[in-house]
Structures are given as structure tokens and as C-alpha cells.
């Protein structure tokens, strides 16, 4: 009898869990299918997705994650399987989720646009913001369902978004300042990077590959050369630079 109540109970459980399917059951990723019974209406990336929210004139949130990622289940436990965060992406969002390990492409895409953005790496899960135009106003990472971590509320990041949408030219200012939006220090340490690339490549066609040194005959030691290619290897572990500094 005991072990009745307690299939019984489980089942229950089970049932309760399972009361919600989206289409993500029909996908074959792992990390998908732990998403398949969010009251969230979850779709997978492709061409469905995309032409409901331009068809509808819906917001799109798009959350790329993988299936052992900590923070990835933190966010689907605390705001995917929440009755009030899922009808606020219900009614005014198309949610699609992918895994980065199906699609690393998109997840370089995007997670190239936040570095760019922010000056830093992102990380997952990532979290993107379009427009039914897939036109992107805004990206973070994990965000807390409620305020918390230095971070606004997903709550209430949804409710502003809603709001900011139902007006056309404050909302088309948010997307072109994230559009034309780079990250001051990223975009140094950017320029930084291609200003080391030419002068290695214009060290590199001096050197002297059969017999060392830099540039024909008569050589003479050039200290501060090699200091910087030493440098270079240093900064960028470029090993072109550190066998022409040898």
C-alpha cells in the first residue's frame, strides 16, 4: 500500500511537471528537450519562429545555452517554469531557445555582438533582446528573475520592453543606439590587435629566413626589434615572432 502511495505520488509529480509541451519535444537536443515542458512556449531556431514574430509584430527572446550549464539551469528554474514571466513572453514574445553546441555559429554570432557591446566575454546563458525584424536592443547573460545581482529583474526587463515597443520612435532609438553601441575599451584593445598584426607583418618580410636577422647584407644587431618581437610574444603567444626574435 505504502509503495502505491508513493508511485502514485510521483506520478503526480510527473503529471504536474509535464503539464506544458512545446515544440521543442520534437527536437533531438538534450538541452532542448529539458526546456519541452516550460509553460514557456518555447520554439527552436528556424525560419517558423522568426516569420510568427514579424507576422504577429512580436518582440523575439532568444536564450542560447547548453545542457550542463549551471547558471542555464538556475535561469530556467527560477523564471522559465514562473506562470508570470512565461505569460509576459507568451503574450508579447516569440521565445525561441538554442543550444550551442547544435548551432556554434549562432552562438559566435551573438556572442561576438556582446563582446563588442560590453568589452568583455559573454558567457550563457546568453540572453538577446530583437525586434520582430530581428533587429537586436538589447543582450546580457543570466538574468535573475527578480532584481539581483547587479542586474535589473527579468520581470522587470519584459514589462519595459512591452512598454518601450508600444512606442514606435523611442523604440527605434534603442535599436539604433544599440546598433551603432561599441564598447570603448574593446574597440582599443580591437585596433590595438590589427596595429600589432602590421608591424609583425612588416617585421616578418625583413627577416631573413635562411640565415637570420633582418633585411640583406651588411646586418647589424637591432636590439629593439627583437625586444618587441619578444613583446609581441608575450601579448599574443605568436610564435612567428618568437623564432624571428631567436
Known amino acids: 500500500m505504502k509503495q502505491l502511495m508513493v508511485f502514485c505520488f510521483l506520478s503526480i509529480l510527473l503529471f504536474a511537471e509535464q503539464n506544458y509541451t512545446?515544440?521543442?519535444?520534437?527536437?533531438?537536443?538534450?538541452?532542448?528537450?529539458?526546456?519541452?515542458?516550460?509553460?514557456?512556449d518555447w520554439y527552436p531556431?528556424?525560419?517558423?519562429?522568426?516569420?510568427?514574430?514579424?507576422?504577429?509584430?512580436k518582440l523575439i527572446f532568444l536564450s542560447i545555452g547548453y545542457s550542463t550549464c549551471h547558471w542555464c539551469h538556475v535561469m530556467e528554474?527560477?523564471?522559465?517554469?514562473?506562470?508570470?514571466?512565461?505569460q509576459l513572453l507568451n503574450d508579447h514574445f516569440v521565445s525561441i531557445k538554442v543550444d550551442?553546441?547544435?548551432?556554434?555559429?549562432?552562438?559566435?554570432?551573438?556572442?561576438?555582438?556582446?563582446?563588442?557591446?560590453?568589452?568583455?566575454r559573454g558567457g550563457w546563458p546568453l540572453?538577446?533582446?530583437?525586434?520582430?525584424?530581428?533587429?537586436?536592443?538589447?543582450?546580457?547573460?543570466?538574468?535573475?528573475?527578480?532584481?539581483?545581482?547587479?542586474?535589473?529583474?527579468l520581470l522587470h526587463l519584459l514589462s519595459y520592453f512591452i512598454k518601450l515597443k508600444e512606442k514606435p520612435k523611442d523604440f527605434s532609438?534603442?535599436?539604433?543606439?544599440?546598433?551603432?553601441?561599441?564598447?570603448?575599451?574593446?574597440l582599443r584593445r580591437t585596433i590595438h590587435t590589427k596595429i600589432i598584426d602590421k608591424v609583425l607583418d612588416d617585421i616578418e618580410k625583413q627577416f631573413d629566413t635562411q640565415h637570420g636577422g633582418f633585411?640583406?647584407?651588411?646586418?647589424?644587431?637591432?636590439?629593439?626589434?627583437?625586444?618587441?618581437?619578444?613583446?609581441?610574444?608575450?601579448?599574443?603567444?605568436?610564435?612567428?615572432?618568437?623564432?624571428?626574435?631567436?
Not at 520534437?26 to 514557456?40: F, G, I, M, T
Not at 528554474?77 to 512565461?86: I, K, L, P, Y
Open 22 to 40: 512545446n515544440a521543442l519535444i520534437k527536437e533531438n537536443s538534450p538541452y532542448l528537450q529539458q526546456h519541452a515542458h516550460n509553460p514557456v
Open 215 to 246: 633585411a640583406r647584407h651588411p646586418k647589424f644587431p637591432e636590439a629593439s626589434k627583437v625586444d618587441l618581437l619578444l613583446d609581441i610574444y608575450k601579448l599574443k603567444h605568436n610564435q612567428k615572432a618568437f623564432t624571428m626574435a631567436a
Open 173 to 186: 532609438q534603442a535599436i539604433l543606439k544599440y546598433k551603432n553601441k561599441k564598447n570603448v575599451q574593446g
Open 45 to 57: 531556431w528556424g525560419e517558423e519562429a522568426f516569420a510568427k514574430a514579424k507576422k504577429e509584430n
Open 77 to 86: 528554474e527560477e523564471s522559465f517554469v514562473d506562470e508570470m514571466v512565461a
Open 100 to 120: 550551442k553546441e547544435e548551432y556554434s555559429h549562432i552562438d559566435k554570432k551573438y556572442q561576438k555582438r556582446y563582446r563588442e557591446v560590453y568589452g568583455k
Open 127 to 153: 540572453s538577446v533582446f530583437l525586434s520582430p525584424h530581428k533587429e537586436i536592443f538589447h543582450m546580457a547573460t543570466y538574468i535573475p528573475k527578480e532584481e539581483g545581482y547587479g542586474s535589473k529583474g
